[in-house]
C-alpha cells in the first residue's frame, strides 16, 4: 500500500463513522476530520503496536513472520566500549542504535573461533554462577543487558566467555526499528526525527491491520473531543 493509498484509506474508513454530536444528539452527525500529519502519527503508532505484539513474548520468528518481516532483517556489529561488567569475563559492546529485537548473534576470538551468544537473563546467571562450573559452554557466551553511562536509549550489552580478552567480533542479526509512515514532507514537524514522506516497510500483507488500528486509534482519541456540525441547531 502506498503512502497515498494509506492516507485516502483512512478518510473513506473514517468517513464510514457518523458520530452523534457532543451532546448525544444523532440529528447533528459528524465526522472526523484529521491532516496528514495527524495520520501519520496514528498509522506509526500503529504499526509500532503490532511490531510490539507480534515479539512480545517470543523467542524465535515463525516461517510465516520471517516472511512478513523479512525487510526489518540485518546484521551489524557491536562495538567494543571500556567499562565497568559485572562479570569478570565480561567485555562491553554498544549495539547498532536501531536494534528492536535481536534474532540471533555471535562473537568471534582472535583465533577466529566462532561462539553462539545465549541471552541470559539476572536470576539465571546468579543460578549458573553457584554451580562449580560457573562459565560458558566451550563454543558458548552469555550476553545480560546493562545501561550506557550516557543514558543512551539502546542497551550495552556485556557479553561473558571463558576468556574475554579473546573477542575480536560480536555479530548480531536482528529486527530493526521500522522507519515512520509519513504521508507526505512535514516542513518543521518530526515523527521519530523524521519530516520527509516515507512508505511503510512491513510486509503489505500486514498494511490494512495498521491501517484499520489506525483508525480505532483515531476514533478512542477524537470522538471526546467532537463538535457539531452546526452549532446553532
Given at each position: 500500500?502506498?503512502?497515498?493509498?494509506?492516507?485516502?484509506?483512512?478518510?473513506?474508513?473514517?468517513?464510514?463513522?457518523?458520530?452523534?454530536?457532543?451532546?448525544?444528539?444523532?440529528?447533528?452527525?459528524?465526522?472526523?476530520?484529521?491532516?496528514?500529519y495527524e495520520k501519520s502519527?496514528?498509522?506509526?503508532?500503529?504499526?509500532?503496536?503490532?511490531?510490539?505484539?507480534?515479539?512480545?513474548?517470543?523467542?524465535?520468528?515463525?516461517?510465516?513472520?520471517?516472511?512478513?518481516?523479512?525487510?526489518?532483517?540485518?546484521?551489524?556489529?557491536?562495538?567494543?566500549?571500556?567499562g565497568d561488567t559485572y562479570?569478570?569475563?565480561?567485555?562491553?559492546?554498544?549495539?547498532?542504535?536501531?536494534?528492536?529485537?535481536?534474532?540471533?548473534?555471535?562473537?568471534?576470538?582472535?583465533?577466529?573461533?566462532?561462539?553462539?551468544?545465549?541471552?541470559?537473563?539476572?536470576?539465571?546467571?546468579?543460578?549458573?554462577?553457584?554451580?562449580?562450573?560457573?562459565?560458558?559452554?566451550?563454543?558458548?557466551?552469555?550476553?545480560?543487558?546493562?545501561?550506557?553511562?550516557?543514558?543512551?536509549?539502546?542497551?550495552?550489552?556485556?557479553?561473558?566467555?571463558?576468556?574475554?580478552?579473546?573477542?575480536?567480533?560480536?555479530?548480531?542479526?536482528?529486527?530493526?526499528?521500522?522507519?515512520?509512515?509519513?504521508?507526505?514532507?512535514?516542513?518543521?514537524?518530526?515523527?521519530?526525527?523524521?519530516?520527509?514522506?516515507?512508505?511503510?516497510?512491513?510486509?503489505?500483507?500486514?498494511?490494512?491491520?495498521?491501517?484499520?488500528?489506525?483508525?480505532?486509534?483515531?476514533?478512542?482519541?477524537?470522538?471526546?473531543?467532537?463538535?457539531?456540525?452546526?452549532?446553532?441547531?
Amino acid at each position: 500500500m502506498t503512502i497515498k493509498e494509506f492516507s485516502d484509506q483512512f478518510d473513506t474508513l473514517l468517513d464510514s463513522y457518523k458520530i452523534p454530536d457532543e451532546f448525544g444528539r444523532v440529528e447533528n452527525l459528524v465526522t472526523i476530520k484529521l491532516d496528514e500529519y495527524e495520520k501519520s502519527v496514528l498509522l506509526t503508532e500503529a504499526q509500532d503496536m503490532i511490531l510490539k505484539a507480534t515479539f512480545q513474548g517470543a523467542f524465535d520468528l515463525s516461517e510465516q513472520g520471517q516472511v512478513y518481516f523479512s525487510g526489518l532483517i540485518t546484521v551489524g556489529e557491536g562495538t567494543p566500549i571500556i567499562g565497568d561488567t559485572y562479570s569478570d569475563n565480561g567485555k562491553l559492546f554498544t549495539l547498532p542504535d536501531n536494534v528492536f529485537w535481536i534474532l540471533n548473534e555471535r562473537v568471534v576470538d582472535s583465533q577466529n573461533n566462532k561462539y553462539v551468544v545465549k541471552p541470559i537473563n539476572y536470576t539465571e546467571y546468579d543460578r549458573i554462577l553457584s554451580k562449580p562450573y560457573a562459565k560458558p559452554l566451550k563454543r558458548q557466551a552469555w550476553r545480560l543487558y546493562q545501561g550506557a553511562d550516557t543514558g543512551a536509549a539502546t542497551p550495552l550489552a556485556e557479553i561473558v566467555v571463558r576468556n574475554s580478552n579473546n573477542i575480536s567480533e560480536y555479530l548480531v542479526r536482528y529486527i530493526r526499528k521500522p522507519v515512520p509512515i509519513i504521508l507526505e514532507d512535514l516542513g518543521d514537524l518530526t515523527i521519530n526525527n523524521v519530516s520527509t514522506s516515507s512508505e511503510c516497510e512491513l510486509h503489505p500483507i500486514v498494511h490494512h491491520d495498521i491501517l484499520n488500528r489506525a483508525v480505532d486509534l483515531a476514533l478512542a482519541r477524537y470522538t471526546t473531543n467532537i463538535r457539531p456540525s452546526n452549532p446553532e441547531q
